[in-house]
């Protein structure tokens, strides 16, 4: 067993506070923020030693070598017995989102369908849209697994409409926290071989698996050499503000990840490379520490919701540090609001209800698209003082509802 510290114990309501990123500067002082997916946790030694080294050398120039993507092979060999990321099948991008609006535009053509599994991570929808490619939904079950029935019924839709089809996988799912096992995955595959579908697949979430689950990656699935995977240290080292990301070719890819332009791969910092880098090949002792930091906090939001919203339907995530919290049976807003494109700070009634009665900011279901009306996402990685603090006063905002 690890016996780091937990990192999500490391720091101070005080000391967030003086944070300047999108978390803590969204809402006045007095709210909790446990929305949007950054992580309550101070910078892994390994990253840190490697940026300040950076910073002290002068080396901020431009990006070169092939050292991350090295270091996220022998990193998915080591946790996942993976040794599928070939350098030469590799591509840098500036973020995982902006490599998916780049893969999209390898293998699809403005008005072709790109396939989803609603509710899931709300970018999806905006970055898709943007680029004039039209979304497609395949609803999660009510289990929030993947539905292979409603999933080839989609494919089928989407191909019937005309010209190519994109599946974007997230994996693990973001919001549920599923993670996708590897016998779901060969069936989304042999289905998108049937059905001449590509996959491209957000896997930012892969180095966040909680126990009692296993990451699979998808290109390593039979039948999922034409497919392309998206990874990066962004969620599982807390780097967000330090963008670079890998965009991966299966065997079959390689050739359409070749004519990627030079210049996307501009677009990455080479500090934000440096950091990923060290996280993946330095960086994994802390990683260790974090997931058992998630796993008893995901024991104790279980624990709290019994105690304080007891009509709140909660299954536990499996991965990532995202709870998926069914409101529905508080009746603050009607099951059929249309989701879709939305900025991810909007808020429908449930979220705009915790935010100004208990002043704890959550993500508001409804813009994860279709089924995400009257649901929250709660971000756990924080502290438990924190965590406790927040959900208590979920509870009694409830209880205080006329």
Known sequence: MDTSPNPLEAMSLDQLRRRTSMKWRAHPEDVLPLWVAEMDVPVAPAVARAVHEAIDLGDTGYPAGTGYAEALGAFAARRWQWDGIAVERTALVPDVMLGVVELLRLVTDPGDAVVVNA???????????????????????????????????????????????????????????????????????????????????????????????????????????????LMSASKGWNLAGLKAALAIAGREAAADLQRMPEEVGHGPSHLGIIAHTAAFAAGEEWLDALLQGLDANRALLGDLLAQHLPDVRYTPPQGTYLAWLDCRALGLEPADRPGGIAVVSDMAATARMFLDRARVALSSGHVFGTGGAGHVRLNFATSQENLTEAVTRMGQAVRDLP
């Open 119 to 229: 509710p899931v991570y709300a970018p999806f929808y905006a970055f898709v849209s943007h680029d004039a490619r039209r979304v497609v939904e395949a609803p999660l079950g009510e289990d929030l697994r993947i539905d292979p029935e409603v999933l080839e019924a989609t494919f089928r839709r989407a191909r019937a409409g005309g010209g190519k089809v994109v599946y974007l996988l997230s994996n693990p799912h973001n919001p549920t926290g599923t993670v996708h096992t590897g016998r779901e995955l060969a069936a989304v595959a042999e289905l998108a071989r049937r059905h001449g579908v590509r996959v491209v697949a957000d896997e930012i979430h892969a180095p966040l698996v909680l126990p009692g689950a296993r990451f699979t990656p998808y290109l390593s699935v039979p039948g999922a050499e034409d497919a392309f995977a």
